[in-house]
């Protein structure tokens, strides 16, 4: 049972627009800056977003974070077969003083 | 460009200490900016952080884990290393070092990732 929740699965067709939601409470998300992870298949994580919108260099502008309250959203916009993937948020938890993480989300491209 | 490394044995016996190192190659780690972390992720499941340490030898760690960790810092090689005593079958993971960007906590983001080695615990 992961602290921050996220939809195990998600899809979408190429090209159109995907939401992968993150629920927290006021001791993680409510408190602290989010980050995303996007793992492919059989690789390392990558880091998408940070601080909740921010794109490390690199990263395409199709991807978007976003955060109101104690939930966080990850938005991927025009739908790639390479987006295939799985998805992971991550917070720092005031309560249990360690970095928290979604127990992942897999996006699949119809 | 910045990679990382694990290295270490793929089997540990239960009960036994577990070992990785994680060299460090087109960055110094001694850099003011950023500690270095322990990431694992059990087959099939999510993402666990164990701890950061920062080139002077601070550490953070998970709570949960904590008792069981030792982590170290050899800026001479630019590399850091991850100890895991009593290990059980609830370890096996692929373990994963990074760079820790500690924006306002330590733990993450992590901007750079090594590729992970499997570490299975096993008689």
């Known amino acids: 049972q992961s602290v921050l929740t996220q939809p195990p699965s998600a899809s979408g067709s190429p090209g159109q627009r995907v939401t992968i939601s993150c629920s927290g409470s006021s001791s993680n998300i409510g408190s602290n800056t989010v980050h995303w992870y996007q793992q492919l298949p059989g690789t390392a994580p990558k880091l998408l977003i940070s601080s909740n919108n921010l794109r490390p260099s690199g990263v395409p502008d199709r991807f978007s974070g976003s955060k109101s309250g104690t939930s966080a959203s990850l938005a991927i916009s025009g739908l790639q077969s390479e987006d295939e993937a799985d998805y992971y948020c991550a917070a720092w938890d005031d309560n249990l003083n360690t970095v928290v993480f979604g127990g992942g989300t897999k996006l699949t491209v119809l | 460009q910045l990679q990382l490394q694990e290295s270490g044995p793929g089997l540990v016996k239960p009960s036994e200490t577990l070992s990785l190192t994680c060299i460090v190659s087109g960055a110094s780690i001694s850099s003011s900016s950023y500690y270095w972390g322990w990431i694992r992720q059990p087959p099939g499941k999510g993402l666990e952080w164990i701890g950061s340490i920062y080139y002077s030898g601070s550490t953070d760690h998970n709570p949960s884990l904590k008792s069981r960790v030792t982590m170290s810092v050899d800026t001479s090689k630019n590399q850091f290393s991850l100890k895991l005593r009593s290990v059980t079958a609830a370890d096996t993971a692929v373990y994963y070092c990074?760079?820790?960007?500690?924006?306002?906590?330590?733990?993450?983001?992590?901007?750079?990732w090594g590729q992970g080695t499997l570490v299975t615990v096993s008689s």
């Open positions: 990074a760079r820790d960007q500690w924006l306002v906590h330590v733990g993450g983001p992590f901007d750079y």
